[in-house]
């Protein structure tokens, strides 16, 4: 089946525009994540959804960041007012659903990511 | 707090064996994954461990000690498509999220 989808690819923008990244999930998961890395460094990460429930947005680094999530599947990343720190690869991953705080972590776990957006901000 | 600890670079030869180790500090663990994730692009799903011991699977195994809070994946008969970074991921307890090492960097040689 098809898997987690971003768009755009690649973006450059001038600092100080605001941009919006896309995420599709994969049909049928539940949980949502956004990262970030930038180059060379780990995963950073930056929002989770999970069904209804109310987003944990703990990793979003400025009140600049928002991320949103329609109907329990596509995600969009929005980030207002850019800065060249911004400038990283965004991945979005999905996984079946988290158990990670109510028991610990399973299988079903398990995160699929997408290619990633690359944002460049000059 | 919460923490994981991962070397940063390895390099090894082909057609021999390495051994990537994670050590982590988390409470309400149940299981620690690994991922793979070549340069430029996503990382991928390389195998679950929720009980301590040994998981083989092909080339490569994982092993998983909780008491220890220690983990490592053992690739065999390296390749050189082997060559790229290996993060190991934890739960966090309390929240829904994972945390991810900082990755190591595996470089195999000819």
């Known amino acids: 089946g098809a898997g987690v989808s971003q768009s755009p690819s690649n973006k450059v923008t001038e600092k100080g525009k605001d941009v919006e990244l896309r995420c599709d999930p994969i049909s049928g998961h539940t949980a949502l994540y956004w990262y970030r890395q930038s180059l060379g460094q780990g995963l950073e990460f930056l929002i989770y959804?999970?069904?209804?429930?109310?987003?944990?947005k703990s990793g979003l680094p400025s009140d600049r960041f928002s991320a949103e999530r329609t109907g329990g599947s596509v995600s969009t990343l929005t980030i207002q007012r850019t800065q060249q720190e911004d400038s990283a690869v965004y991945l979005c991953?999905?996984?079946?659903?988290?158990?990670?705080?109510?028991?610990?972590?399973?299988?079903?776990?398990?995160?699929?990511f997408g290619p990633g957006t690359r944002l460049t901000v000059l | 707090g919460q923490n994981i600890d991962q070397p940063t670079e390895m390099t090894a030869t082909e057609g021999a064996i390495v051994q990537i180790n994670c050590t982590y500090q988390?409470?309400?663990?149940?299981?620690l994954f690994w991922y793979q994730q070549h340069a430029g692009e996503a990382p991928t799903f390389l195998s679950y461990n929720v009980l301590d011991g040994l998981e083989e699977k092909g080339r490569f195994s994982s092993f998983l000690s909780r008491s220890k809070g220690y983990s490592y994946l053992l690739l065999k008969e390296l390749q050189m498509k082997d060559s790229a970074s290996y993060l190991c991921?934890?739960?966090?307890?309390?929240?829904?999220?994972?945390?991810f090492g900082t990755g190591t960097r595996l470089k195999v040689l000819a």
């Open positions: 991921a934890v739960p966090t307890s309390g929240t829904y999220k994972y945390i």
């Open positions: 991953a999905s996984s079946l659903f988290s158990t990670a705080g109510l028991a610990g972590g399973s299988r079903t776990d398990t995160q699929y």
């Open positions: 959804f999970q069904g209804n429930s109310a987003p944990d």
């Open positions: 988390t409470s309400g663990f149940n299981g």
